[in-house]
C-alpha cells in the first residue's frame, strides 16, 4: 500500500513537472509567429517580418468594403490581373501568411528567407512562369537536383531564388543552396533565436495584421550615432517593433527598446517635436493634421513608443481627399 502510494505521489510531482514546463514553452514562444511559423525562420534572424493576409481579410474594415475595392484595384490593373487569372491565385482567399526573416548589413554576409504560405495551384504558376520565361530575361527556370527553381533577377542584377515546397508552401532566398535546403529541411526545426529577437516577438498578440521585429546590430547603432541631436540617444536602441492592425479601424504601433529611461525620454522629447513641427504646416489637409495630432508618443523605463489609432471618420476622409472632394 506503502508502495503504491509512493508511486502515486511521484506520478503527481512528474505531472506537475510537465505541466508546469509546458506552460513555460507557451509562454517563451514568440508571439508575432505560431510555433510551425517559428520553423520557417532563420536562425539567428535580426529582422523578423509577417504580413497575416488572412487576418487581414478577416477584419470588418474589408469585410465592409474593403475587399471589394482592393479587387476593383486590381481588375483596373491588366498586368496583375492576367498573372492572377493564368495562376488561377486570388489573393484575397489563396493566401494565408507571408512570412520573411534576414541577418547580416552587407551582401557579403546578409541572408533572407521568404515563405509564402497559402493554397496554390502549382501546375498552373509553373506553366505561366515557364511561358513568362520565355519572354523574359529576367526570369529563369532552372533544375537543381530534384528540385525546380525560379531565378527572379531584380535590377540591380541580383537574383532571388523561389521554389515549391509544396502546394501551400512557396519559399525564396538569395542563393540556389539556401533554397534546396528550405525546400528539403524548412518546417522541420525552430530556428534558434537571440534573447533580444525572442522578447522583442513576445510584445505581440499574434492577432496583428503585419508586425515587424528588428535587432539592431553595431552596425546599425554605428550609422545612429551619427544622426544630428538623436545619435547619441538612438544609438542606445537595441530592438525595434512595429505592427499594424485592421479591425473596424487601423491601429499602428511602434516601439524602440533603449534599456534606459533616459534615451527615451530624449527621443520621445525630439518626436514630439516633429509631431508639433508637422501640425504646423498649412498647406497639408485637415485629416492629415488630424492624424498628425492623434498620434500618442510616451516614454517608459526603457523604451519609446509610437501609437496612432485611426477611425472609420478619419478613413472616410482619407478616401474623400484621395478621390478629390
Known sequence: MLVMRKIGLALAVLGLVVITSASADRQSEPKAVTLDESKWLLSDAEMVFKLNIKQMMAADLMAKGGTDKLKEAIKKNEHVKGILEATDLDPTKDLDTILASALGTTPKDSKVLVVLRGTFNQTKIHDHLKKAAEKEEKLKLIKEGNTQLYEIQNNHDNSMY??????????????????????????????????????????????????????????????????????????????????????????????????????????????????????????????????LDAIKITSTNDAVKIDLKINKTMLEKIEKAGKGN
Open 162 to 291: 523561389a521554389a515549391f515546397v509544396d502546394k501551400n508552401t512557396i519559399v525564396l532566398t538569395q542563393s540556389k543552396e539556401s533554397t534546396v535546403d528550405a525546400v528539403k529541411n524548412g518546417g522541420k526545426k525552430a530556428a534558434t533565436l537571440s534573447k533580444e529577437m525572442k522578447a522583442a516577438l513576445a510584445k505581440f498578440t499574434g492577432k496583428e495584421s503585419l508586425s515587424v521585429a528588428v535587432v539592431l546590430n553595431e552596425d546599425i547603432k554605428k550609422a545612429l550615432a551619427k544622426i544630428p541631436q538623436a545619435g547619441a540617444a538612438a544609438a542606445k536602441i537595441q530592438t525595434m517593433t512595429a505592427s499594424l492592425t485592421l479591425t473596424d479601424a487601423v491601429t499602428l504601433n511602434v516601439a524602440g527598446e533603449t534599456g534606459e529611461a533616459k534615451s527615451a525620454k530624449q527621443l520621445a522629447s525630439i518626436l514630439e517635436g516633429f509631431q508639433k513641427l508637422g501640425s504646423g504646416i498649412e498647406e497639408l489637409p485637415p485629416f492629415a493634421t488630424e492624424i
